[in-house]
């Protein structure tokens, strides 16, 4: 069965403190990992698509990376508008898509 | 701006009474969803539309009816709800299946 599992549940931060949140995933084939961030009480803004091992992306302070079995975001000396949930999703090749529970990050000035 | 609009943000009703939640988007995408989520829980797909094509997950709850007239709007029916329905109620597009999603800012229904 795909699954997709997300950790730490919760992190908390010191304002730049530089850290990674891990994804790892169980599907039958991948054909795309997505990252996205959650306010409280708001959908999900999008951040990144990748698609395979060894990509990376970078926007501001966030770089998303990929392997065969788990993605990192990692968050370089993040501020508090940095607190957010991150979810991650994958896609099968059956275009199924799968989010994991998210993180929830919260930096502290 | 391009965007994903749902209406009503917040929606109480009671167990049993029918509620609708709708959603439009200007985004011109072909592919519309609906998630609900939970406190603290990941969003759960319970149908997507691409184009005209209507896709049930298959654990969705026969409660649960979809609606798309055209290619912006995009309805959600909850025939007769319960207390477990409560929940976020995310709407979400995409260019085409499998790209990425843009989600509106979700309706949060409450079932007393």
């Known amino acids: 069965e795909d699954q997709v599992t997300q950790s730490p549940e919760a992190l908390r931060l010191q304002e730049g403190e530089s850290s990674s949140l891990n994804c790892s995933y169980t599907v039958s084939g991948l054909r795309g990992l997505f990252w996205y961030r959650q306010d409280p009480g708001k959908g999900p803004e999008f951040l990144f698509t990748?698609?395979?091992a060894g990509e990376e992306k970078e926007k501001e302070r966030l770089k998303a990376t990929l392997t065969k079995k788990e993605s990192f975001l990692h968050i370089t000396a993040p501020k508090p508008e940095d607190s957010a949930t991150y979810l991650c999703a994958v896609l099968d090749w059956d275009d199924k898509i799968i989010f994991g529970k998210g993180t929830r990050l919260h930096i502290l000035p | 701006d391009a965007m994903v609009i749902q209406n009503p943000r917040y929606q109480v009703t009671q167990f049993g009474k029918p509620v609708t939640l709708s959603c439009s988007q200007t985004l011109n995408h072909n592919v519309m969803y609906w998630y609900q989520q939970k406190s603290s829980q990941a969003p759960k797909l319970l149908f997507h539309y691409y184009d005209k094509d209507f896709n049930n997950e298959a654990d969705t709850p026969d409660n649960f009816q979809s609606r798309r007239p055209n290619t912006s709007f995009c309805f959600l029916d909850i025939r007769s709800p319960g207390l477990g329905d409560t929940a976020m109620y995310l709407c979400?597009?995409?260019?085409?299946?499998?790209?990425?999603?843009?989600f509106g800012p979700g309706t949060r229904l409450t079932v007393l």
């Open positions: 990748l698609y395979s």
């Open positions: 979400a597009t995409s260019r085409v299946r499998g790209s990425e999603q843009f």
